[in-house]
């Protein structure tokens, strides 16, 4: 399964969780090690990916630093970057938790995903005549995935595998920005929501609607390739409403 990196640092007040008093201390790790806050955030996102976390869900700062082996201080800080990534929140005098998002809210999101991801798929068309033969094989390897998770019926891996095809596509178009979005925390966390809403009933149409887009940016054609992707999304977000 591909992990999430934490690749810039964000800047945000550290909330205070229950009564523990706020005290940020940097661990030191060896280098070219993964940092713990790195970890953590990596390791929360994952588990929710996994199942082993459910949305709603208090997240414990001592349990946490016990799961993962480190001291409360990187915890802290974990839980603060992932509440600027907006996949954690903090309740008065409950603490931690997972967010949850309604109907409307994954609506919202898909639209916004919509907006940016069209912006990897143009560009991928546009440069897959060039593209390395490794990037394509990423490509084709994406995509077959999928196919496996549709003939599976698993929804959690078949939006997995959806979020793996858009960021092999991502990396075909060449726009890094796009690239470290897409990476962010809550792009996975807010993809993995979608499993409980799609594909729904239209488990046919949703893969016949990706494979038209697979093919027309296979076959570089732009327009159609922009065209069948916002198509797709659209019809997505009729099925949630």
């Given at each position: 399964?591909?992990?999430?990196?934490?690749?810039?640092?964000?800047?945000?007040?550290?909330?205070?969780?229950?009564?523990?008093?706020?005290?940020?201390?940097?661990?030191?790790?060896?280098?070219?090690?993964?940092?713990?806050?790195?970890?953590?955030?990596?390791?929360?996102?994952?588990?929710?990916?996994?199942?082993?976390?459910?949305?709603?869900?208090?997240?414990?700062?001592?349990?946490?630093?016990?799961?993962?082996?480190?001291?409360?201080?990187?915890?802290?800080?974990?839980?603060?970057?992932?509440?600027g990534?907006g996949?954690?929140?903090i309740?008065?005098?409950?603490?931690?938790?997972?967010?949850?998002f309604?109907?409307?809210?994954?609506?919202?999101?898909m639209?916004?995903?919509?907006?940016?991801?069209?912006?990897?798929?143009?560009?991928?068309?546009e440069?897959?005549?060039?593209?390395?033969?490794?990037?394509?094989?990423?490509?084709?390897?994406?995509?077959?995935?999928?196919?496996?998770?549709?003939?599976a019926?698993?929804?959690?891996?078949?939006?997995?595998?959806?979020?793996?095809?858009?960021?092999?596509i991502?990396?075909?178009?060449?726009?890094?920005?796009?690239?470290?979005?897409?990476?962010?925390?809550?792009?996975?966390?807010?993809?993995?929501?979608?499993a409980?809403?799609?594909?729904?009933?239209?488990?046919?149409e949703?893969?016949?609607?990706?494979?038209?887009?697979?093919?027309?940016?296979?076959e570089?054609?732009v327009?159609?390739?922009?065209?069948?992707?916002?198509a797709?999304?659209?019809?997505?977000?009729?099925?949630m409403?």
């Amino acid at each position: 399964m591909t992990s999430i990196s934490v690749t810039a640092p964000i800047s945000i007040d550290t909330p205070q969780l229950a009564t523990d008093k706020v005290e940020i201390r940097q661990e030191r790790e060896k280098p070219g090690e993964v940092s713990h806050v790195d970890r953590l955030v990596r390791g929360i996102i994952d588990g929710f990916r996994e199942g082993r976390y459910q949305p709603g869900e208090r997240l414990v700062a001592a349990d946490l630093a016990a799961q993962f082996d480190v001291s409360r201080a990187p915890v802290r800080e974990a839980l603060a970057i992932l509440v600027g990534e907006g996949v954690v929140e903090i309740k008065k005098n409950y603490g931690a938790r997972l967010r949850a998002f309604s109907i409307n809210e994954l609506v919202e999101i898909m639209e916004v995903t919509e907006a940016a991801l069209v912006l990897g798929v143009r560009k991928c068309a546009e440069r897959i005549g060039s593209a390395s033969h490794e990037d394509v094989a990423r490509l084709d390897q994406s995509f077959a995935q999928m196919e496996a998770a549709w003939h599976a019926h698993d929804a959690a891996d078949f939006v997995d595998s959806i979020y793996y095809f858009h960021n092999n596509i991502n990396a075909i178009a060449g726009n890094r920005f796009l690239e470290f979005v897409y990476q962010r925390p809550h792009f996975a966390f807010f993809n993995r929501h979608l499993a409980g809403a799609l594909p729904g009933p239209g488990w046919q149409e949703y893969l016949d609607s990706y494979r038209r887009v697979y093919n027309t940016v296979r076959e570089g054609q732009v327009h159609a390739a922009q065209a069948a992707f916002s198509a797709h999304m659209q019809w997505a977000i009729s099925l949630m409403k």
